[in-house]
């Protein structure tokens, strides 16, 4: 692997240009700057995706003539196939091009939002969302393509821009399904996600160079199954145990068959030449620690989507909310979006004077700060609003670092597969948080002059679990070794053979 520079990110070399003097590796009918936008758009729009059933949750059983609990299934038929489908996306990037990886997502998130726009049942809508759910992998895709079309001097600042979409999306998304949903059929909600990702795909037809970088071999058919029923059993087991009971015979089940699954699975893939994921490479010092930052970040990032917006929301009477609409909820929360977006300059300078390493420290400190100032003010939306200021500039900050420390120590052709793989930490992160917190918000619940819902303490528990995330991603950060420290061990471990 070539030797990186600890403020850098390696370069690629497309076709045998060079990348030095400043000049991008793949070149194309537009500038870099009009490469990044299509890319941030793409971006943007998967995140929405995300976010875009939250004005509608609750009214789904009665939208779709069904069950409450089959109505769950919505939601995680879209969290599993982001998981599922983000790592093999990258790998499939790297060996048949990243960009038509991309738009081969891009139409099946279009697919699943013309599906769902017309669909009333909740088979049809657990399909369309599925495929929606896919286009998750679209995001680090983005990045991986960046390493190779911006000069290194602005691909800190444009590797922050893009991995700020995972947050910008959606909480500039909320507010407007909130109103969509508020005036007009609810289905008018999937229509405009659907002009989305149409946008979204001509901008990569049109303004997205095609790299000549890859990573030849064949498709590792059983890896790809193995990952799929591993993961399938894990998250389901993690996002459905509240409800079904964590000793229920379901949730052990998924949960203990899909681990077992995924441990073969790793045995397999290290004996396979061309694997889907490569683990010898996951479990360097580097990738392995940003990977678990990563986590943990993900842990921080959605403790407090879970709690802020039902403070904002649950009625003055209970005590502790504020009683406010979701349009007006969702206009507070979504300047946390605009702050990470605010934050991508500001975090590419720090990457090129200090590196990613200090960056990602800088970001969970914020974000611990973030915990701590939620704790002890979040009695007025303004408090409220505040602390998620504070928050979109630590997830902005620390989102921007991880792709960064990944492509420093990962080879040019591996770059897709490294950053799905990483997006798949992140996710695992916010899976598990959303977990651990609704069980306990729902072991809290209690009703105050008829309201029923979490009380004050179950809230704290939840903030004090994100702080705690917060500091635990700065002690891993804190242990992550500089690229050269990490290549001269390996060079010492070479020459020891």
């Given amino acids: ?156 600042t444009g590797i922050a821009l893009v991995s700020a979409t995972l947050g910008v999306g959606g909480a500039l998304g909320l507010p407007l399904s909130a109103i969509v949903a508020e005036k007009f059929d609810w289905h008018s909600l999937f229509w405009v996600a659907a002009a989305i990702a149409v946008i979204a795909f001509l901008g990569y037809a049109i303004l997205v160079p095609s790299s000549t970088e890859r990573s030849p071999g064949r498709i590792d058919v059983l890896g790809i199954v193995g990952l799929a029923i591993g993961l399938v059993g894990v998250l389901i087991a993690i996002s459905r145990g509240g409800e079904w009971g964590w000793t229920d015979g379901r949730t052990l089940t998924l949960l203990l068959g899909g681990a077992a699954v995924l441990l073969i699975w790793g045995v397999i893939e290290l004996r396979v030449s061309e694997p889907l994921v490569d683990l010898r490479v996951s479990v360097r010092g580097p990738v392995l620690l940003t990977n678990l930052a990563s986590v943990a970040m993900g842990f921080a990032l959605f403790a407090s989507n879970v709690v802020l917006p039902q403070l904002l929301a649950l009625p003055r009477v209970t005590g502790i909310g504020l009683g406010l609409t979701l349009p007006v909820a969702a ?63 630590g997830v902005g900050l620390g989102y921007a670092a991880m792709p960064a420390l990944i492509m420093q120590a990962v080879p040019v052709h591996e770059t897709g597969a490294a950053n799905g793989l990483n997006a798949l930490m992140r996710s695992l992160g916010t899976t598990i948080a959303a977990a651990v917190t609704g069980a306990i918000l729902a072991q809290s619940i209690t009703t105050t002059h008829g309201v029923t819902g979490p009380s004050e303490a179950g809230f704290l528990l939840t903030l004090t679990l994100g702080l705690g995330a917060a500091i635990l991603c700065v002690i891993i950060a804190a242990f992550i070794p500089s690229p050269r420290a990490h290549q001269d061990r390996a060079d010492q471990g070479r020459a020891g053979q």
């Avoid at 934050?343 to 200090?358: L, N």
Wanted: charged share 10%; with cysteine.
């Fill in 1 to 156: 692997m070539t030797r990186t520079q600890p403020q850098g990110v390696p370069r690629a070399s497309a076709g045998g240009r060079s990348t030095q003097g400043g000049d991008s590796a793949l070149t194309g009918p537009f500038g870099p700057g009009a490469v990044l936008a299509a890319l941030a758009f793409a971006g943007l729009g998967a995140s929405f995706m995300q976010t875009i059933l939250i004005p509608i949750q609750g009214e789904l059983p009665e939208l779709l003539n069904t069950t409450s609990d089959n109505t769950a299934w919505v939601i995680t038929a879209t969290l599993v196939a982001a998981a599922v489908c983000t790592p093999v996306a990258g790998r499939l990037g790297d060996m048949f091009g990243k960009r038509q990886v991309a738009m081969v997502l891009l139409l099946l998130q279009a697919a699943g939002a013309v599906l769902a726009a017309l669909s009333d049942d909740v088979v049809t809508m657990i399909i369309a969302r599925a495929l929606q759910g896919m286009v998750a992998g679209v995001i680090p895709l983005g990045i991986a393509i960046l390493r190779e079309v911006l000069p290194p001097r602005k691909l800190g």
């Fill in 331 to 393: 206009l507070i929360l979504a300047p946390s979006g605009l702050a990470m977006m605010a934050m991508s300059p500001v975090a590419g300078r720090i990457a090129r004077r200090w590196g990613p390493k200090p960056l990602l420290i800088i970001g969970a400190v914020v974000l611990a700060v973030a915990y701590g100032i939620a704790l002890l003010f979040h009695a007025e939306a303004w408090q409220i609003l505040v602390v998620n200021v504070v928050l979109g500039v």
